[in-house]
């Protein structure tokens, strides 16, 4: 299976909220947390030194590492969090699964700003050549019950303090990264595996970018 990196969409979500003032900071400690027991209040005050008053989300695969520095890219995570100001990133989080977060100072890069009306119409553009396809092929050999394993993860992906456009965006983007993620591994035949495959393929690019979009902040 995939990595689907639910809980570095989730911290970004309530990082940017702080950062911006959206949420108080009791509040957004409080889930960032229950995430992962790190030393939030030590990371946060490291990114704000290093330059940052946003957060980008990144969410890497092997050999498609979406512009992260080498060194930060090679560490195999589930997510990166970039520090991030209007057109810089000073700083990077590492997230893996059952392990502190930490924060990676000196690897500062140049990216070119976030276009929300671009990811949403690339991923309406996926949406219309795979998604459907997908979703058919699925149902005919998924079992109930990991169908609604997915409808409860997604209910989790919901709960990031996200502003109304990127909220939207989100809805419309986690279902597909949860489809995409969540390999079958029973059941399937090889011709079935294949044309899954194959739509994959064409789906993961931009629905991994409509997500990293939704839950940055910059």
Do not use: K
Not at 181 to 196: F, K, L, M, S, Y
């Amino acid at each position: 299976m995939l990595s689907c990196p639910r809980d570095g969409a989730l911290a970004a979500g309530w990082l940017g909220a702080l950062l911006s003032g959206a949420e108080p900071a009791d509040t957004a400690l409080s889930h960032l947390a229950d995430l992962n027991p790190s030393d939030w209040l030590g990371m946060i005050a490291a990114g704000r030194s290093a330059g940052a008053d946003r957060v980008r989300l990144f969410l890497p695969r092997p050999g498609d590492p979406r512009g992260l520095p080498t060194e930060i890219a090679s560490m195999g995570a589930d997510a990166v969090i970039g520090w991030a100001d209007e057109g810089s990133i000073y700083a990077w989080t590492v997230v893996r699964q059952d392990a502190p977060w930490v924060v990676a100072v000196g690897h500062s890069t140049v990216m070119p700003p976030i276009d929300l009306a671009e990811a949403d119409r690339q991923l309406r553009g996926s949406i219309l050549r795979g998604a459907q396809a997908l979703d058919e092929l699925d149902q005919q050999v998924d079992a109930q019950d990991r169908r609604r394993s997915i409808e409860m993860e997604l209910r989790v992906w919901t709960q990031a303090p996200l502003p109304p456009a990127r909220a939207a965006l989100a809805a419309r983007a986690v279902p597909l990264l949860l489809a995409v993620t969540n390999v079958p591994e029973a059941g399937w035949t090889a011709q079935q595996q294949r044309a899954r495959r194959d739509i994959v393929r064409e789906l993961d690019p931009a629905v991994r970018a409509a997500v990293e979009v939704a839950y940055s902040s910059t």
